[in-house]
């Protein structure tokens, strides 16, 4: 799939941009705070409806004005999709072939992104958050039930540790938190199956691609790490007994806290590069590989999922890449995937990146085109 046409307005430094792509490598370049992360940023929110660095979508709306709207057309391989989302005060209003969707796990999913920024290296070194976050976003682009089941989670989490919150009542909250808790458990436990699969799909294609770049120097293991120690991740009714049986233990202690402490809130992932945790140990280089690699091999993962190549975003890492990275980066997008780069200048990119790519200038908020690609 490839984004065919952008349309911006009001959209951060953007007052206005129309743009059309053909299905290669985009090239952006600009000074500091000219719009460049804006604009992948744009490509980001207009697939996910969220942004990557942010939970406050008001703050894509221009300042002083009053909402921000992104227009896209995604060609596909059956057919050719206009998507169309609207922030402004009222909220969030998204369309899918020009018809409003109630729900937005109904418009996320049409077009599959993957952005690789500077950030992303916090995937490896960064807290538990960061990676939960990070299957979430990934998983949520391939199954809207995914997103749905996520929303649900969330709303029960926060009933519950209300509930929990409120000590001096507990004893006539109990049979409450009883039927929450048992809500809870149903949903978590279609959660934690699904990512602890998402994380065993992705651990044989990032394997496969962190060997490839340390030429079979290193191997790459990806873990799905519970809250609670279970035997089984697919077994519904066994991890449902699991968790029961958790909560009961653990009840006073959750009085206590005034919190849910077991459940996917509370899991996260773990990264073993030749049998040790590169969050703790790893070197910059190796944790740089492991994200490298999980990026790539997310690519690969959407193409088996969905049956065609995401769009790749690539921020202001182009040039942060040695030769070896760079060119494994470039033979796994080549032809394939429509690609948008960032840099702030022509220096230190490769020309057989520069020979294949259309060169825009960002400047203030405006772009213009330098160069087309061949
Ligand atoms: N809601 C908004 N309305 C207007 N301008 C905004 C808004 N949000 C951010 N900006 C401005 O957009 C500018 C460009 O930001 P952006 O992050 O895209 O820069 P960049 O080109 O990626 O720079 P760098 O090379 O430093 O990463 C910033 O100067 C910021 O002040
Ligand atoms: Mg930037």
Redesign the pocket.
């Known amino acids: 799939m490839y984004v065919k046409e952008l349309h911006l307005t009001h959209y951060?430094?953007y007052e206005s941009l129309s743009l059309q792509f053909d299905p290669y490598i985009h090239l952006f370049i600009?000074?500091?705070?000219?719009?460049?992360?804006?604009?992948l940023?744009s490509l980001y929110v207009l697939a996910l409806a969220k942004s990557h660095r942010t939970n406050k979508d008001k703050?894509?709306?221009?300042?002083e004005e009053g909402y921000t709207r992104l227009q896209g057309t995604v060609e596909k391989r059956h057919a050719t999709i206009p998507l169309e989302l609207q922030i402004s005060s009222k909220g969030k209003k998204a369309r899918l072939n020009r018809i409003e969707q109630q729900k937005l796990s109904d418009y996320v999913g049409v077009l599959n992104v993957v952005m690789f920024a500077p950030e992303d290296l916090e995937i490896v070194k960064g807290s538990p958050q960061v990676r939960r976050r990070f299957i979430d976003m990934e998983l949520g682009q391939m199954s809207p039930h995914y997103l749905y089941q996520l929303t649900q989670y969330q709303k029960l989490l926060s009933q519950r540790n209300a509930l929990l919150k409120q000590w001096d009542k507990r004893q006539q909250h109990r049979p409450m938190v009883d039927i929450f808790t048992e809500q809870l458990i149903e949903v978590a436990v279609k959660i934690i199956k699904k990512r602890a699969h998402f994380v065993q799909q992705i651990e044989k294609w990032a394997n496969e691609i962190h060997q490839g770049i340390t030429e079979q120097k290193e191997t790459l293991n990806v873990h799905y790490v519970l809250s609670t120690q279970m035997d089984d991740c697919t077994d519904e009714q066994e991890m449902t007994r699991t968790l029961s049986e958790k909560f009961d233990k653990i009840r006073e202690q959750e009085e206590a806290r005034g919190t849910t402490l077991v459940g996917p809130h509370r899991d996260d992932l773990q990264f073993i590069v030749n049998g040790v945790n590169v969050h703790t140990y790893g070197s910059q280089g190796q944790q740089r590989t492991t994200s490298l690699a999980l990026k790539l091999a997310e690519i690969e993962l959407i193409r088996k999922e969905v049956g065609e190549y995401p769009i790749l975003l690539l921020?202001?890492v182009l040039s942060e890449l040695d030769d070896q990275r760079r060119s494994h980066l470039l033979r796994a997008i080549q032809n394939k995937v429509q690609t948008f780069v960032?840099n702030?200048s022509l220096e230190g990119i490769h020309q057989s990146i520069l020979d294949q790519s259309t060169v825009y200038r960002?400047q203030q908020?405006k772009i213009t085109r330098m160069k087309e690609g061949s």
């Not at 600009?30 to 604009?39: I, P, Y």
């Open positions: 951060r430094n600009g000074d500091n705070a000219q719009g460049k992360t804006n604009l940023e703050e894509w709306i221009s300042w921020d202001d960032t702030t960002v908020g």
